[in-house]
């Protein structure tokens, strides 16, 4: 069974800074694939990135990149130069391939950007 | 573009009652269909899946049921509410085919049983 941690359960940040969001999962396959959501307070979950699990290389979409560790089975979200806007509830989620589109996902972590 | 469309917006419903929430999507042929259900400030549970018209797979039981009768339509339903099943309803899609893992969910049903 697959299983993902946030354990940070709220960050506050000023804007104009840099946020780092933790995010460790268990699997037993050998190929999969994670992903970060936001949820803003309307209730929208937005798609943000993904990476493959067999990718090197750290995904980086505008300003959110990521920080995949591998051999921790750790995938962190990096947020640079924070708005206001990024204030929202940030989900982790992963998906492997036994189960066809199964999504699990962790129990999120609050972001508050203050001005 | 794509969009998808789910209904009602919000329901408040008695225990015992029924319940029917659908999701439409527009723009995408044959796409995987899921339904999650989270709970308030809970994280997001997948209930269901479908990879074609009359086919459905069961993901969690919580005395939900789904079908999917169209293309482009997915439909949660129960008989009997518990109070157990308020919470907010999301549907999502993905495309098929290629490299396509991620799913685009719609705005959701917030369901609230009394």
């Known amino acids: 069974a697959q299983k993902v941690t946030q354990t940070q359960t709220s960050i506050s940040v000023v804007e104009k800074t840099t946020v780092t969001m933790d995010c460790v999962y268990e699997?037993?396959?050998?190929?999969?694939?994670l992903f970060w959501y936001k949820q803003t307070a309307s209730g929208e979950i937005v798609f943000l990135i993904r990476q493959d699990s067999y990718k090197k290389e750290n995904a980086t979409v505008g300003h959110y990149s990521l920080n995949f560790q591998k051999p921790k089975s750790s995938i962190g979200l990096i947020i640079t130069a924070t708005q206001i806007e990024d204030s929202a509830v940030y989900f982790c989620?992963?998906?492997?391939?036994?189960?066809?589109?199964?999504?699990?996902f962790g129990r999120g972590t609050r972001l508050q950007v203050y001005a | 573009a794509q969009t998808i469309h789910q209904w009602p917006v919000a329901e408040i419903k008695a225990v015992g009652s029924p319940l029917s929430l659908g999701c439409t999507i527009k723009g995408k042929s044959s796409p995987n269909l899921y339904w999650y259900w989270q709970a308030t400030g809970g994280t997001l549970q997948q209930l269901f899946y479908s990879i074609t018209v009359g086919q459905v797979e069961s993901v969690v039981q919580l005395n939900l049921s789904a079908s999917r009768p169209k293309d482009d339509q997915f439909i949660l339903s129960t008989e009997k509410l518990l109070l157990s099943h308020s919470g907010f309803y999301l549907c999502?899609?993905?495309?098929?085919?290629?490299?396509?893992?991620?799913?685009?969910f719609g705005p959701g049903t917030r369901l609230t049983v009394l």
């Open positions: 999502a899609w993905r495309m098929t085919g290629g490299n396509y893992a991620e799913q685009f």
């Open positions: 989620a992963m998906r492997g391939t036994q189960v066809v589109g199964q999504l699990t």
């Open positions: 699997t037993r396959d050998s190929s999969y694939f």
